[in-house]
Each structure stands twice: as C-alpha cells, then as structure tokens.
C-alpha cells in the first residue's frame, strides 16, 4: 500500500496527504520524478488534519499536466502524482485553453476526425458500439497540444455509435462526446452523422424586418403542450412536426396549432428547451412528461419530440423542418436554453472526461448549488465559456434558431454573457437574447454575475422583470397577494417605470435598464401558478367574469408598456393548471394547451390580437432607446384606480400624433378629463377594438370597470 497520496493542486504545488496509521516520520522530504529529472519538493505548511498529515510542497518547476509524474519520499516510499485542484487554477485555464473549432467527430464521406478536450487525462480511447450495445472497435487516441485527444479514421464512418474511454487518475470512464451532435435513442452513444443529409429548405426570406428586440411579441410554448390535446386536430401529436401542420381544426372547427399562432400575429415563439433532455424514455413516452430543464447533449435535438427517437437523423431533420415551417409563416423562433448545470454531475459527460472543471464548488470543496439541482456550471472557466459560445453558434448556423432564453442567467458570468452576444452579432444582430437574471447563491462574486442589478453591463441582453410581473398581478410566492390587477394599488408608483420600459423616468426613481431593450415585461410563463390559477386564489370571492378582465387588463398592460413583451401559451383563453404551481412532469392533462378551453373562450381572443395589432402597427408602442421614451412618454395617474402614460409629439415616428393608454383596475367606472378640446378617437375601450377607431371624443371619456382605454389623435 502506498504510505502518501500525492496531489497537484497548482502547477508548482503539491499536496501530500499522510495517513496517520503509517509510522510517523521525522524527516520530511519529498521528490517529484517526471521520468527523466528528480525535483527537491520544499514543504511550505504542513497541517494536522484528523486522520492525516497535510504537507504543502512548492516543486522548483511547473510540473507538466498528462505526463506520468510520481512523487517519492526520503525512504523510497512513492505514489502516483495525481490531479487535485489545479484544474480550476487561472493558469491551468490559460494553459490548456483550446481555440480550435474542431473538438468533437468531424465527419467526411472519406475520412472522420475525433477530438475531445481531456488535458488532465494520462490515456484515451475511441469505442464503437454496435446497436446491442456491445463494443466492437477500440482505438488509441494520440495526445496532441492543450490536452486535446484525438485520431483520424479513414473511410465512411456514418451512423457509427461511439464513446470516449479516459483515464483520469489511474480511474478509467467512458463518456459521450459532450460535443456530439447525434445521439442514439435515450442519449446513450454518440453517433457519428453526415449533417448534408438533413438539410431542409430554409424559409427565412418570409421573415419580417426586426430591427429592435422591442419589436418582438414572444409567445412561450411548450412542444409537447402545444398539440398534445386530444381535440387539437394534429395528426402527430405532441411532436415536433406539429407545428408543420396547417388547417388544424378544434372543437366546432376552430382553428388551433400553427394556423391559431399565425392568426394572434406574435412575432416569436419561445419553445421550453428541446435540446435532449433526461426525464423521459424516448423509447416510450406516450405517459411521460418534463418540461426540459434537465440538459444532456447540449447540441442535440430531445428524441422524445421525433416521430423515430432511433434513427439518429430523424429528429435533427424535423427539428430543421419545425423551425423552418415558423419561418415561413413570418415567426422567429426562440430555444430555451439550460447552460447553468446539468441533470446530474455524477453521470455527466463533463465530470467524466475532465473531472472538477465543467463545475463550481465552495469554500469547503463541495459542488455548489445557486441553480436547486446539485450543480452549477462554471462559466468563467475558459474552456466552459468555448462550449457555451460553440453549442449556440451551432444551433444559430446548423438550426437557423432566432434567439436564445437563458435558463437561471444569473448563473453565468458577465464575460461569457456578453462574448456569446458578440459572436451572435456576428452572425446576425437581429437574434434575442434573453435570460433570468436572478442573483442566485453561486461562489462567483456579485459584479461578475449576469444579474438584473448589473444590467447596465450586458447591453443588448434582455432580463425577466420580476419587478413588473410582481407588481401587475402580486407576489408569485405569496398567492394572496394582490397586484394592480386585483385591484391593489400599493405598486401604482411603480408603474411611473414599467410602463416607460422600466428605464429611469425622473431623479427620484432609479430605474431597471439603461433601455427599454433589456425589460421583458410579463406576468405569466411556465414557471408557478398561472395568472388563472392566482387570481382564483387571490380574488377567490370574485365572479369568473370579473376576473377574466382582471386577467385582460394584465395582458393589456404587458402589450402596451415599453419594452419586450412576453405572453404565455393559452393565457388569452385563460390556461389553467388546476393549481399546480410546478407541473415540470406532471400529466398532458395538467400541461396541456387545452383548444376546448380555447373555443370556448373565443370571443375574447379578437381583443387579444386587436392588441397585438395596435402595438405592431404603432412605432409609439416599441419605443427602442432610453431617449425616445424620455422624450415621448409621460406618466398619467389620474386616480388611485386609475394610470396610465401619454405618448407626445409622436409626428416623426408614428401615424398617430398622440396617444393616451389608460388601465382601470377598480370596480366602477372612472372618467377621465383631457387636456385640450381636440378630437380623440378611441381605438380600444373594455372588450371593444378598432385600429382605425371605435368613436371620436373630446374633452372628457368613460373608463369601464376593469378595462383598459387606448385614445389617440391622428395628424391635422
């Protein structure tokens, strides 16, 4: 048995750690043996720990990474030099950094290049698979420069099920190529593919202009949800081919799916995460649900959402053609993704090929844990930042994806925030960003969080307001809780921001974001209770028709406020989850858009769009600076239950010179006495609503109960 274990925990220092059940030793000295010098170690600390002794060694040489290193004691007692906690040391970093764009199996009809990044790994290997899972074919990686492994193989390699083999300290684990971009059905191999086969043509040429994210109206969906409903009139339920299927029709043929998205005129779909998954056996999922937020195989499609999880092609080509038929109907699309952690550290490809780097840890060496589920993935790390800026890069080149929702954004770090937007740019500024910014307990010091609180440094990347959800519909938290909506008026000062794109408005009130470009503004997504759901609960003793224009009213302001608008799938027909406040893997029948509802719910829709109509036909609305909004916006509040905003001197921007939006939150009716005695013509007043205008006023207007009011001027 060896008397020591032996740690490099820096590239000139090594840890030895002496049990205290060997003979105890008077002299302590140390040598490093790299194969062909002896090194003289110098014990810089040692330490009484429980059950061992702690010696702290400073070597007179940087001490080479990958190389078979022993270290050795005054009696000729030696062990193995194993890899410690130098792995996440800024000069192991800066050291092993690999720029090239080439890791993972690069295939060619003659030839295929493997490549993984495994700088603290002493051996590696190639392992073919056949399809009952039995290896067939073993090959010897060569180690090249930055701890890359690789091996070219000639001839045609496609559809070849593979994993990497590593030897890291003196333990051996296979792993998928974290860069795979195929995987066998359940994600348990790499496969090898020929990307030419699953081109499909690309639609982006029906896309409208986009030149500012407060153009976009984004509507979250979920891909399962979307058409699992038994009356959704999809032929491939729940799947991503879904969204190709046009003349779908619900119960008494409304219509539902592809042709209902196209018909509300939102510019983005938000699609929760569909790059592959665990929490769902792909070779049977007919009874299994999960939101999505369990990531595996960061550059690959889920299986469960193909019409053949097992052929590797089928789901990277429908992926392409669900994206390609949202194009051509004049809808970009949004993906969710999920770099913050992994499904689960222990298994992941990341811990096996390069243990202790992909993952933060604490001040006592455990995993931390800001995201709830075990792990946090450390973006500051160069080669984790690589990975992240390569997985979107890809999904914008190989998917033709328009923009990307940063799952627990305040994870990750401002740097690597901002790097992936510089590389989008350069693809194409018109994709989004956006992410939640919440500032979670992760070792990574508060300035260099991408966080709301320093949003001032990721220009052109957009954060979940938490302040304006809160205040439109209540704390998510407490569900009695009441927001404007319900008639509360304790956040009405808030408004005075939210309304202008949550920017700063006067001296008193500091705002958010440097631009109305940074504030989603929403009071409903996947996450929690439905707004349905809350109000149920929050304005229990309220009739269902009271509370279904509590419910408008909030989707009123979240369309007519500055900023980037963001609406939940169904919340127009008022979705319900039936009170679960987390239904990431409960039944379709909990999840599901439910088109029943939808038709039954028809007659409120038409205001639903007519408000999305008014802010896609109006500049006035999507207002994309802080200047604009300083010069043109006004804030209104009349009475306690009555806000609102004007928007001035709009002549150079809008058709509609000036424009007063007006939100009543209280049981009666409000009058409201306007300044001069022009001619207002009202575009939308409670359920009513016309673009070119309901009826001409002037001097004073009526405000219905729970409503909203929109009132403009046109130019002389």
């Known amino acids: 048995m060896n008397w020591f274990e032996a740690y490099l925990d820096e590239m000139d220092i090594v840890t030895i750690l002496f049990s205290k059940e060997t003979p105890s030793l008077n002299n302590h000295e140390f040598y490093l043996h790299d194969g062909v010098q002896r090194h003289s170690l110098t014990v810089i600390k040692k330490e009484e720990l429980v059950t061992e002794t702690k010696f702290t060694c400073k070597s007179p040489v940087d001490i080479e990474i990958g190389k078979f290193n022993l270290v050795s004691d005054l009696f000729g007692n030696q062990t193995e030099l194993l890899i410690g906690s130098v792995i996440r040391t800024k ?33 590696a290997s190639l392992l073919f698979y056949n399809k009952r899972g039995t290896i067939y074919q073993m090959f010897s990686l060569a180690r090249e420069e930055k701890g890359v492994w690789s091996i070219t193989l000639h001839g045609n390699y496609d559809g070849y099920f593979y994993r990497y083999n590593v030897c890291v300290n003196k333990v051996w684990r296979e792993a998928v190529d974290p860069y795979a971009k195929a995987v066998s059905v359940n994600g348990e191999y790499g496969v090898v593919v020929d990307l030419s086969k699953t081109t499909v043509p690309k639609y982006s040429q029906y896309l409208p202009p986009f030149k500012s994210s407060t153009d976009a109206i984004i509507y979250e969906t979920h891909i399962r ?35 209902y998205l196209v018909d509300l005129g939102i510019t983005h779909v938000e699609l929760l995460p569909f790059n592959d998954f665990e929490g769902i056996d792909e070779s049977s999922n007919q009874d299994q649900y999960n939101w999505g937020y369990n990531p595996v195989h960061y550059n690959v499609p889920e299986g469960s959402y193909a019409t053949d999880p ?13 994206i390609e038929a949202l194009h051509q109907k004049g809808i970009r699309v949004i993906m969710d993704v999920v770099y913050n952690h992994v499904y689960m550290r222990e298994y992941s490809s990341f811990r096996k090929i390069v243990p202790g780097y992909y993952f933060r840890f604490n001040e006592f060496g455990l995993p931390s844990d800001g995201t709830g589920v075990g792990n946090d993935i450390a973006s500051e790390r160069l080669m984790v930042k690589k990975f992240i800026i390569d997985s979107v890069q890809y999904w914008v080149k190989e998917y033709n994806v328009d923009g990307f929702r940063f799952d627990l954004m305040g994870i990750l770090d401002i740097e690597t925030m901002n790097a992936v937007r510089q590389k989008i740019d350069e693809i194409d500024p018109s994709i989004i960003m956006l992410g939640e910014g919440w500032n979670l307990d992760t070792p990574l010091p508060e300035e260099e969080k991408a966080i709301i609180k320093n949003a001032e440094k990721l220009p052109r990347i957009a954060h979940f307001n938490d302040v304006f959800r809160n205040s439109v519909k209540g704390s998510i938290f407490d569900l009695l809780e009441q927001g404007f909506i319900s008639g509360d ?20 009130m500091d705002g958010l974001f440097q631009s109305p470009q940074q504030s989603v503004n929403y009071v409903e997504c996947h996450d929690n209770h439905t707004l349905w759901d809350k109000l149920e609960i929050s304005n229990a003793d309220e009739s269902l028709e009271i509370r279904r224009k509590r419910q408008y009213l909030a989707i009123a302001i979240v369309l007519l406020s500055q900023g980037i608008p963001f609406l939940h799938s169904g919340m127009e027909f008022f979705r319900t989850k039936y009170g679960e406040s987390n239904s990431y893997n409960k039944p379709d029948n909990i999840n599901q858009l439910d088109w029943a509802r939808k038709n039954m719910y028809e007659n409120y829709i038409p205001l639903f769009q007519a408000l999305i109509a008014i802010r896609k036909a109006h500049p006035a609305f999507r207002l994309s600076t802080l200047e604009e909004i300083q010069r043109h916006y006004k804030w209104l509040a009349p009475s306690p239950n009555l806000i609102g905003f004007l928007l001035h001197d709009l002549d150079e921007i809008d058709t509609w010179e000036n424009i007063i939006v007006l939100f009543n939150n209280g049981v009666l009716p409000k009058e409201y006495l306007l300044d001069d005695c022009d001619q207002w013509i009202i575009a939308v007043s409670g ?13 004073k207007v009526m405000i219905e109960p729970l409503s909203t009011m929109i009132l403009f001027k046109t130019k002389i």
């Open 91 to 123: 000069k192991f970093d800066q050291l092993y950094y690999y720029s090239g764009n080439d890791l993972g199996a690069n295939y060619s009809l003659t030839e295929t290049t493997f490549k993984v990044w495994a700088p603290s790994a002493e051996d």
């Open 225 to 259: 949800d979307f058409s699992i409903h038994p009356e959704s009139g999809v032929k491939n339920k729940g799947k991503y081919v879904a969204f190709c299927e046009e003349g779908t029709k619900g119960p008494y043929e409304c219509k539902t799916c592809l042709d």
């Open 310 to 322: 097992y052929d590797p092609y089928v789901r990277i080509r429908e992926t392409k053609e669900m």
């Open 489 to 508: 008026i304790r956040y009405n000062d808030n408004f005075k921001m939210l309304f202008a794109g949550s920017i700063t408005i006067t001296k008193e």
């Open 687 to 699: 359920d009513k609503a016309d673009l070119n205008g309901i009826e001409q006023i002037t001097k």
